[in-house]
């Protein structure tokens, strides 16, 4: 079982290495004329949609409920609500979503911060990009509020591509305190996709019903392989089980944590997250959880002049 498993993820693998070689896109971090404030802003905007899921899907509660001041203005998220967790989970995501706070707090007093963007948190929109990774429209509508298994496995988009940023912005930085107030970000930010993605491997040969019995290894490749598709610069993303060349020296097919063959955590540039973040694989193309843009001067320099996108919440915003 666990071998087709691998098995069927190779053949993705190989598309996808067919891909980063195209390359004709951007999958450089040197972006020219970007400060370090201008880095912790961006990811900022990550931050935000942590905190509003994981307070929202375990109190009921998004940010505004804890920190009024911390969102500057920007509008609350929409279709967020309290997920149908069990003890443990709901003690765990509470935490993180905490967390969260303190991560905003400390970018904000910092640097000041930015507004927070609108985030579509929507269970259509979650259900769309599961939708996508697995090929086929899920039955019922896939809910990542309905019970702890699609809850964590939505929570898997999330950590991983805060954690490949900050390991994408860390070198560019220049100031000891930035770098300092990045390092402590990155290591909760692991922390969290690494308890995300245990739980997920305890469970791993547990049927997906919406998606017809796939397992939840399967999903969380599938899930992998959508991210590396979208991000266009090859892999930067596994699965919860790889096939033994991807493993950790070779030796294993469990992948716990995903990284490179020197085990080292993958990087991702601003670009590529937005491509991944808006679904669109396309950096000046909103949309996905952010239907009208990150915010900050990093993913404004990407969007058009005067962009004020395709839904009505944009143009109130303006
Ligand atoms: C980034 O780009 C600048 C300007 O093109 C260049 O001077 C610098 O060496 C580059 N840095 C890295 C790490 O590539
Ligand atoms: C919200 O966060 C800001 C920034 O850290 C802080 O100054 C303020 O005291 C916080 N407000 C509350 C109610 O905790
Ligand atoms: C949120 O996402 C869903 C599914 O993609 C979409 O139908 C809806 O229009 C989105 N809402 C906004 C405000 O973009
Ligand atoms: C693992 O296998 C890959 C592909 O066969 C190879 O490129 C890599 O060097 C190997 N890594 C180790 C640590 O042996």
Redesign the pocket.
């Known amino acids: 079982m666990m071998f087709k498993l691998c098995l069927i993820l190779v053949l993705l693998i190989a598309v996808d290495a067919t891909l980063a070689k195209s390359g004709y896109l951007s999958c450089s971090g040197n972006i020219s004329s970007v400060t370090d404030i201008d880095r912790v802003h961006f990811a900022m905007n990550l931050e935000f949609m942590e905190a509003e899921f994981f307070l929202k899907g375990s109190t009921g509660k998004g940010l505004d409920a804890f920190n009024a001041t911390l969102a500057k203005g920007g509008p609350p998220p929409i279709g967020a609500k309290k997920a149908n967790l069990d003890p443990l989970t709901k003690r765990i995501i509470e935490e993180f979503g905490y967390q969260e706070i303190g991560h905003l707090r400390a970018i904000a007093d910092m640097t000041g911060g930015i507004q927070r963007p609108l985030l579509n948190l929507t269970r259509e929109n979650f259900a769309m990009f599961m939708d996508k990774a697995v090929g086929r429209r899920s039955k019922p509508l896939f809910d990542p509020y309905a019970n702890s298994l699609n809850y964590l496995l939505a929570s898997y988009y999330i950590p991983y591509v805060g954690l490949t940023g900050y390991v994408g912005t860390i070198p560019y930085l220049v100031y000891f305190n930035i770098k300092r107030l990045v390092a402590g970000l990155l290591g909760v930010e692991s922390g969290q996709d690494a308890v995300i993605r245990t739980l997920l491997y305890e469970r791993q040969n547990e049927p997906v019903e919406e998606y017809g019995g796939v397992t939840v290894a399967e999903l969380t490749n599938e899930i992998s392989y959508l991210r590396n598709e979208l991000g266009m610069c090859g892999i930067k993303d596994e699965g919860l089980c790889v096939p033994q ?1 991807l493993g950790a ?2 030796r294993t097919t469990s992948n716990i944590l995903s990284a490179n ?1 020197y085990s080292l955590s993958y990087d991702r540039t601003p670009q590529e997250i937005l491509r991944v973040m808006y679904g669109t694989g396309d950096e000046h193309r909103p949309g996905g959880f952010l239907p009208c843009g990150a915010n900050g001067r990093i993913a404004r320099m990407f969007l058009e002049e005067g962009y004020c996108g395709h839904c009505d919440a944009c143009l109130k915003d303006n």
């Open positions: 060349w020296e070779n063959p």
